[in-house]
């Protein structure tokens, strides 16, 4: 489940790196530090590089921060991990969203970046779905992305973005936010903040109280 399309593959010395997600870990976290303010665990799905991971975590000290992504990903994770982890961010684990249920339960808050328009539609439901499972009795989803509304694009880029996606991988695609809401109220969420954010994005917050 690749974080998004601009990674740098690593090397034996150096994790992979992604400059979209160099761009927009600050914003993310700015909102972050105030919606995770009581948030003892998160969970982090697809991971990636790592770089959200070790920003929130630094970001975030008072939390663990737990990352996971698929097996080809893991070896980059872990030697980020191995350089740049503070105290708060545990080793990076592997987790399919496909498989139910996760390995991981009880934590306060799910968040993904940039996954949901990259997996296919079962593969979203399948994330809501273990999110669902994997967040205590009250808990927070938080996920970065582009979406659509009413059936639309909100900027002509997005409208060229999801073309190519769909060009790469006709089962992926930028999902419409309507859709994705409905998926996280089955599981007793209901949106909390629709934040925009740079490069055409939201930020998603749902909570189940």
């Known amino acids: 489940m690749p974080q ?28 972050l530090h105030h919606e995770f303010r009581n948030v ?5 799905i697809a991971s990636g590089t790592g770089q959200h991971a070790v920003h929130m975590a630094r970001l975030l000290p008072h939390l663990s921060w737990r990352q996971s992504d698929l097996s080809e990903n893991l ?28 390995p991981v339960t009880q934590v306060d808050a799910v968040y993904a970046a940039n996954c949901l328009h990259i997996v296919s539609w079962p593969l979203v439901e399948a994330f809501f779905k273990g999110a669902g499972g994997a967040i205590a009795d009250a808990g927070t989803i938080a996920v970065y992305g582009p979406f659509r509304y009413g059936g639309n694009f909100t900027t002509p880029s997005n409208a060229e973005f ?43 917050i749902w909570r189940r109280r």
């Open 75 to 102: 070896p980059g994770l872990t030697l980020r991990h191995t350089q740049e982890a503070p105290p708060n961010l545990l080793e990076p684990m592997l987790l399919d969203i496909a498989d139910h249920p996760w």
């Open 162 to 204: 999801d073309a190519f996606l769909r060009a790469r991988d006709p089962a992926a695609g930028i999902r419409d936010f309507e859709a994705v809401n409905e998926l996280a109220a089955t599981q007793g969420f209901q949106i909390a903040r629709d934040c925009d954010m740079p490069a055409n994005n939201q930020l998603l």
């Open 4 to 31: 998004n399309t601009d990674h740098m593959p690593g090397t034996e010395s150096a994790p992979p790196f992604s400059q979209a997600a160099e761009n927009n870990k600050g914003p993310i976290g700015d909102i």
């Open 40 to 44: 003892k665990s998160v969970l982090e």
